[in-house]
């Protein structure tokens, strides 16, 4: 029964057309699919040019212009529109696999490209073992081309730019016509996933597969290399009816496995804010904790303060306005095994625990009944900790988050040009504040879900925008 299942699964797999030593591939099993995920970016794409349909198109092909909204300009090429496309992207270039309904459309349409893309080289195919090929160099550097048999065509480019032949387009071409000279095999790992769109990012261990509609972007996927804890789903969160509020908010349920080294990420944080602290002793405490906790935590970031200094490590953790609260086994216990904290520098026992001046800010470290709560933010700390219900209700999910995104754009713009100028690696979150803020502020919500199974992470995301425009 096993092998019957499995010789299923193979067969509805998709096979993706994936060149070697490829750091990234993207997959389409059908390109006349892909409108839901096209209406959605056309919707995204009125606040955020980054999102739209013919930014992403753009990058199907190495020299020919495609569009899977405009099926002319595929059957122009002589390329199947209900047919499926793999890009590959590698380190010396890319190298893009379609189905052809008409070869020779394709080889002119490709000569008429390549010439304009080369005045010193003559668009030649050459034809060996059934393997119908052209490589030529471009007037801008590198190399460009394809590999041609039946009814499969790959066309490459090759990355470096250079003017001096560096063999990269040798290498290209040899890989493009090994790729059209035999069938691909399945993937079952893209069986497992719905989707119209497949991401992999194999040295990742990553696999996403993306659908969609005029309204939401759905993306399910798949994560051996994720930097996060086990998670498990079983008995009742402590957190489980809680509605969720703030620019985010999660739920999870930490496998014992995983409880340390959780704990152990907050450790890290609180050791950063405080150096005078002394790391054995947090060492002690984080271990005593992590003994005590059932592996139920919630962690809410409310907001982002207005005109944070995010230009040193201190200041972007106290930039979000956030708190955790992790279910404890025993309160006693828990007790104890935080009395350490009032001998730290700058530490103030308070009547259910403890605030913490470091450099930056202070903590406020709190435990009510089965609840220890630490956070950043006075307020936010407190409204957690009396939030939290009598009683609980299962998850259908190990995690599970929901992002306002209209709180994180407030949040991303926080971070000003000159924050860029006096820390680059700021401008990663400039850039997409810049890019995506209008949209995000425009969005409804995005939320998703994880699960942990066999030494890897399954996970789910919508990205939701409102009904009307």
Known sequence: ?????????????????????????????????????????????????????????????????????????????????????????????????????????????????????????????????????????????????????????????????????????????????????????????????????????????????????????????????????????????????????????????????????????VSASIQQVCPTCPPAEVSSVARAVAERLTGHVLAVVDSVRSRPNVRTPEGRFFAPRQAVAAEVTDAAAMKSALAPLAKFPGAKATEDGYTLDVKGGTLFIRLKSRQLVVGNDEAVTRTLLTAVPQAGAKLPHAVDFTVDPKRLASGLNQVSLMDVVSDQQLAGIFAMGLELGPLLARSERISGWLDSTGGAHRFSTVWTLPAAP
């Open 1 to 265: 029964m096993l092998s019957l299942v499995l010789a299923a699964s193979l067969a509805a797999a998709p096979a993706p057309r994936a060149a070697t030593s490829s750091e990234t591939v993207v997959h389409i099993p059908r390109l006349d699919a892909l409108q839901g995920v096209t209406a959605f970016l056309d919707r995204a794409g009125q606040y955020a040019a980054l999102m739209r349909p013919v930014v992403w198109y753009a990058e199907l092909h190495p020299f020919l212009s495609l569009d899977p909204s405009q099926p002319a300009t595929l059957t122009n090429a002589g390329i199947d529109p209900t047919g499926p496309i793999t890009v590959s992207l590698r380190s010396n270039g890319r190298i893009s696999c379609t189905h052809l309904t008409d070869a020779k459309a394709f080889q002119e349409k490709a000569a008429a490209m390549l010439a304009s893309a080369s005045t010193k080289a003559e668009v030649k195919p050459t034809t060996s073992g059934g393997v119908t090929t052209v490589s030529i160099p471009r007037d801008s550097g590198g190399h460009t081309g394809y590999a041609l048999k039946g009814q499969e065509a790959c066309a490459f480019s090759t990355s470096s730019g250079g003017f001096v032949d560096d063999g990269q387009g040798q290498v290209m071409l040899k890989e493009a016509s090994r790729l059209v000279g035999k069938a691909p095999k399945p993937d079952a790992r893209l069986a497992q996933l719905p989707g119209a769109v497949y991401v992999l990012l194999s040295h990742r261990g990553l696999v996403v597969g993306m659908d969609g509609n005029a309204t939401e972007l759905r993306l399910e996927g798949t994560a051996t290399q994720l930097p996060l804890p086990p998670f498990q789903t079983s008995g009742t969160s402590p957190y489980g009816t809680m509605k969720p509020e703030g620019l985010l908010f999660s739920r999870a349920r930490v496998a014992p496995a995983g409880v340390s080294q959780a704990v152990g990420s």
